[in-house]
C-alpha cells in the first residue's frame, strides 16, 4: 500500500476486555514496529518484527501483551484483560531494512479504556 | 540520563519567527538522525533525514548535526501556524532496529 495502515483508528473499551490492533505495512517492508504513545509522552518501544520473527520483544509491558505478524506482512498487536493504564495511541511503523533506514509511521489506533 | 533529551516546551512563535527546536544526545554511536512532525491526531510524520554530521536543507527547514558536541537541530525559516505541532527528534546506531526517540518540543506558530 501507499503507506502503513492501522485499524481500528480509534476504539473505547471497557476495562478486562481483550482488544486486537492490526497494522498494514508499506509493500515491500521487511521491518515493523510497534510504539506506545500516552499523553504528553515520547514514543516507548514494543516490539520489532524482522520478517515473521521478533527478535527484541523487550517493550512489551507485561504478558497481557502480544503481537505477532503472518506472510511477513500484517501485524497484530493483541492487549487481553485491559487496564485504564494501557489508555495510549499506539503506533506502527515499517522500514525497508535497519540501521538507518527511514521508518515510516502510521496514523496510530487510540484505544481508551474506560 | 535519556539517552536523548528534547526539552517539552510549548514554544510560542509570532509567524514569520525563524524557529530553532533541538535535541542533545549521549550516545557517540548514532550515526543516523531524523526529525518527524506530528499534528495533534495523527501520526509522526517524517520530515528530515541526516546521516553523521553536517547540514541539510529542504525548503524552509534545515538540520544540522554536531556530533561532536552530540547536538542535533531543526531550524524552521518564515515559521507558518500550519507549522504548529509537536517536533520529534530520532536516532539510530548503524546496523540497528533500535531507534531514539526524544519526547517531542510542542510549537505553536500564532498568526
Known amino acids: 500500500g501507499a503507506g502503513v495502515s492501522q485499524s481500528p483508528s480509534n476504539k473505547v473499551t471497557e476495562k478486562g476486555k481483550d482488544v486486537e490492533l492490526r497494522c498494514d505495512p508499506i509493500?515491500?517492508?521487511?521491518?515493523l514496529y510497534w510504539y506506545r504513545q500516552s499523553l504528553g509522552q515520547g514514543l516507548e518501544f514494543l516490539i520489532y518484527?524482522?520478517?515473521?520473527?521478533?527478535?527484541?520483544k523487550s517493550g512489551l509491558p507485561s504478558d497481557r501483551f502480544s503481537a505477532e505478524r503472518t506472510g511477513g506482512s500484517v501485524s497484530t498487536l493483541t492487549i487481553q484483560r485491559t487496564q485504564q493504564e494501557d489508555s495510549a495511541v499506539y503506533l506502527c511503523?515499517?522500514?525497508?531494512?535497519?540501521?538507518?533506514?527511514?521508518?515510516?509511521f502510521g496514523e496510530g489506533s487510540w484505544l481508551t479504556v474506560v | 540520563q535519556k539517552e536523548v533529551e528534547q526539552d517539552p516546551g510549548p514554544l510560542s512563535v509570532p509567524e514569520g519567527a525563524i524557529v530553532s527546536l533541538n535535541c542533545t544526545y549521549s550516545n557517540s554511536a548514532f550515526q543516523y538522525f531524523m526529525w518527524y512532525r506530528q499534528y495533534s491526531r495523527k501520526g509522526p510524520e517524517l520530515l528530515m533525514y541526516?546521516?553523521?554530521?553536517g547540514n541539510k536543507e529542504d525548503g524552509r527547514f534545515t538540520a544540522q548535526v554536531d556530533k561532536s558536541s552530540k547536538y542535533i537541530s531543526l531550524f524552521i525559516r518564515d515559521s507558518q501556524p500550519s507549522d504548529s505541532a509537536t517536533y520529534l527528534c530520532?536516532?539510530?546506531?548503524?546496523?540497528?532496529?533500535?531507534?531514539?526517540f526524544g519526547t517531542g518540543t510542542r510549537l505553536k506558530v500564532l498568526a
Open positions: 518484527f524482522q520478517g515473521n520473527s521478533a527478535p527484541d
Open positions: 530520532a536516532m539510530a546506531k548503524s546496523g540497528t532496529y533500535k531507534y531514539i
Open positions: 509493500s515491500g517492508h521487511t521491518a
Open positions: 541526516t546521516y553523521s554530521s
Open positions: 511503523a515499517s522500514s525497508l531494512g535497519v540501521g538507518g533506514n527511514t521508518i515510516y
